[in-house]
């Protein structure tokens, strides 16, 4: 059975800080997770991704704003958002990468407005 929970989502202004969490559960070794976001009207698009070896990618447009970062031992990824800005706002979706599946979470709303 495969379980990926979102928590931290909200409504903040801009220039605040919010840190979504990822659970995942899952009984298949992981090697990368993600966050992916979808605003209305858009695709959903890559916002950064951590490797099992610890490699990070993020979308440029986060760059120097959002962090990713991962706990193995309790299977939970983090993404750290600072200075966010109006066009951060969408729904964020947890990835969970194995050998055999690509797994998502039911997402969290992530709203920024003044």
């Known amino acids: 059975q495969v379980r990926l929970v979102e928590s931290g989502g909200g409504l903040v202004q801009p220039g605040d800080s919010l840190r979504l969490s990822c659970e995942v559960s899952?009984?298949?070794?992981?090697?990368?997770y993600g966050w992916y976001r979808q605003a209305p009207g858009n695709q959903r698009e890559v916002v950064a991704t951590i490797s099992n070896t610890g490699a990070i990618n993020s979308a440029d447009s986060v760059k120097g704003r959002f962090t990713i970062s991962r706990d193995n031992a309790k299977n939970t990824v983090f993404l750290q958002m600072n200075s966010l800005k109006p066009e951060d706002t969408a729904v964020y979706y947890c990835?969970?990468?194995?050998?055999?599946?690509?797994?998502w979470g039911q997402g969290t709303q992530v709203t920024v407005s003044s």
């Open positions: 899952i009984m298949e070794y992981i090697y990368e």
């Open positions: 990835n969970a990468r194995t050998f055999a599946h690509t797994c």
